[in-house]
């Protein structure tokens, strides 16, 4: 009986410590990674990608990418060749913007004068010192991947449209799949 006791203090010791393991990177880390590998198929880039998600919905809240989150530089290693101000190369300044996300809120209905049109879509983007920020646009200028995913086609169509569109680029410049979320 004590055996099987020490055993399972053991196994819990054991479990306890991958966990802790497993959880001791930085998701920030793991999205510029699998962002820079185009989101391969692995349980760390599927989580990574899940947060950027999560992250811009159902309310656009926070950057999809937080860097200040991943320590770039490890101790005891020289600084990255190359750095801006920012410290971050231009190959990392790259994926993180090249990260286009919209946040689409759009409504339209006939009434008696016409359509009524309700559109707060915003257009998500880090600025040149990696401050991440939202601008209204309407649905009608987003560009034509969003206009698609989202199913608006102009004119006088009416309904409701919310969600998310984002999409991103690799270290080949590959143009991600367009992420479509609704909420």
């Given at each position: 009986?004590?055996?099987?006791?020490?055993?399972?203090?053991?196994?819990?010791?054991?479990?306890?410590?991958?966990?802790?393991?497993?959880?001791?990177?930085?998701?920030?880390?793991?999205?510029?990674?699998?962002?820079?590998?185009?989101?391969?198929?692995?349980?760390?880039?599927?989580?990574?990608?899940?947060?950027?998600?999560?992250?811009?919905?159902?309310?656009?809240?926070?950057?999809?990418?937080?860097?200040?989150?991943?320590p770039l530089r490890a101790s005891g290693l020289p600084?990255?060749?190359?750095?801006?101000?920012?410290?971050?190369?231009?190959?990392?300044?790259?994926?993180?913007?090249?990260?286009?996300?919209?946040?689409?809120?759009?409504?339209?209905?006939?009434?008696?004068?016409?359509?009524?049109?309700?559109?707060?879509?915003?257009?998500?983007?880090?600025?040149?010192?990696?401050?991440?920020?939202?601008?209204?646009?309407?649905?009608?200028?987003?560009?034509?991947?969003?206009?698609?995913?989202?199913?608006?086609?102009?004119?006088?169509?009416?309904?409701?449209?919310?969600?998310?569109?984002?999409?991103?680029?690799?270290?080949?410049?590959?143009?991600?799949?367009?992420?479509?979320?609704?909420?």
């Open positions: 009986m004590r055996l099987k006791v020490l055993g399972a203090i053991a196994f819990g010791a054991i479990t306890l410590a991958s966990a802790l393991k497993a959880d001791a990177y930085s998701i920030d880390c793991a999205i510029l990674l699998c962002l820079a590998g185009g989101f391969p198929t692995s349980v760390e880039c599927t989580a990574a990608r899940i947060e950027m998600i999560r992250r811009v919905t159902p309310w656009p809240v926070e950057p999809p990418l937080q860097l200040w989150n991943c600084p990255l060749p190359d750095t801006g101000q920012d410290g971050l190369t231009d190959e990392i300044r790259g994926y993180r913007d090249g990260i286009e996300v919209y946040h689409v809120n759009y409504r339209a209905q006939r009434n008696s004068d016409g359509v009524e049109v309700f559109d707060s879509t915003q257009r998500g983007f880090y600025d040149e010192n990696g401050d991440f920020h939202w601008t209204s646009v309407r649905l009608q200028d987003t560009p034509s991947w969003v206009r698609s995913r989202a199913g608006f086609h102009g004119g006088e169509h009416t309904g409701t449209r919310r969600g998310i569109a984002m999409r991103t680029a690799d270290y080949n410049g590959q143009i991600s799949e367009v992420i479509w979320e609704t909420y």
